[in-house]
């Protein structure tokens, strides 16, 4: 069965897509729906079951599929599965803890990161994001070099 190929929640919402009323399954059937997709040889076919690729990373393609198009992506014979993306924002308020980091900040040296300067490279940024600002507005960038 070519559901197999999805996980649980795919699996899950193409079933719910099946039962729902006629008029709620054509709206529903067209929402785009993020995923990571395990392809062994060409992604093209992948494309023509409705694929939109986003990034390709050796045998994972990541992109969008609508809804009701899942089934027919799970059917191509070179996909061996079919993931939902996972949306992980971790929260300074947890994550701190969960890797002991806060030992840092209350030891003997008491680290906090005040004053540290950062560089990233990147392929884009928000220069707007309230991470990116202080208390005022003004932004805590020092330098942004952009080879676009």
Do not use: C, W
Not at 13 to 38: G, I, K, T, Y
Not at 59 to 66: D, F, S, Y
Not at 113 to 124: A, K, L, P, W
């Amino acid at each position: 069965m070519v559901t197999d190929k999805l996980d649980g929640r795919l699996a899950a919402r193409v079933h719910r897509l099946r039962d729902a009323p006629e008029e709620q399954a054509e709206a529903s059937a067209a929402e785009p729906v993020p995923v990571l997709v395990r392809i062994t040889g060409d992604v093209a076919a992948a494309e023509r079951a409705g694929l939109r690729i986003e990034t390709v990373a050796g045998e994972v393609v990541m992109g969008t599929i609508a809804l009701g198009d899942l089934e027919r992506l799970a059917a191509v014979e070179t996909v061996v599965s079919v993931e939902a993306e996972r949306q992980t924002r971790p929260d300074l308020h947890t994550s701190v803890p969960e890797i002991h980091a806060d030992h840092v900040h209350t030891g003997t040296l008491q680290l906090t990161g005040r004053n540290v300067i950062v560089g990233v490279v990147d392929s884009g940024i928000d220069i707007y994001h309230h991470a990116f600002r202080r208390g005022n507005g003004t932004t805590r960038l020092l330098s942004l070099l952009d080879l676009t």
